[in-house]
């Protein structure tokens, strides 16, 4: 049974740090694309970044602010999120996918950790 915990989440002032984990168990992930979206109240889920084999990619709201890292011998993934706006204040979702199937469909998601940011 695969499974994403995600971790890190939590109350930071503007312009503070946070650095969101998410831990993948229950399969090798090494073919899978590994990702973060994030939900705001009221708002639509939106990507932030993923790693693949073949790059990284970022959400131009986030680039330069964020960045994404995996270690695949633990099959874990990381989002350190500096500088951080009010505007980031979001539900943040680990997901990942098999290669091919990116971005098309996502097939497992985590269960969501919280980030606030107050100005």
């Known amino acids: 049974q695969v499974q994403l915990v995600e971790s890190g989440g939590g109350v930071v002032q503007a312009g503070g740090s946070l650095r969101l984990s998410c831990a993948a168990s229950?399969?090798?992930?090494?073919?899978?694309?590994m990702a973060w979206f994030r939900q705001a109240p009221g708002k639509e889920r939106e990507f932030v970044a993923s790693?693949?084999?073949?790059?990284?990619d970022y959400a131009d709201s986030v680039k330069g602010r964020f960045t994404i890292s995996r270690d695949y011998t633990k099959n874990t993934v990381y989002l350190q999120m500096n500088s951080l706006k009010p505007e980031d204040t979001a539900v943040y979702y680990c997901?990942?996918?098999?290669?091919?199937?990116?971005?098309?469909?996502?097939?497992?998601w985590g269960q969501g950790t919280q980030v606030t940011v107050s100005s």
């Open positions: 997901a990942t996918t098999y290669g091919s199937r990116w971005p098309t469909s996502i097939d497992y």
């Open positions: 790693s693949r084999w073949s790059g990284i």
């Open positions: 229950g399969r090798t992930f090494s073919s899978y694309v």
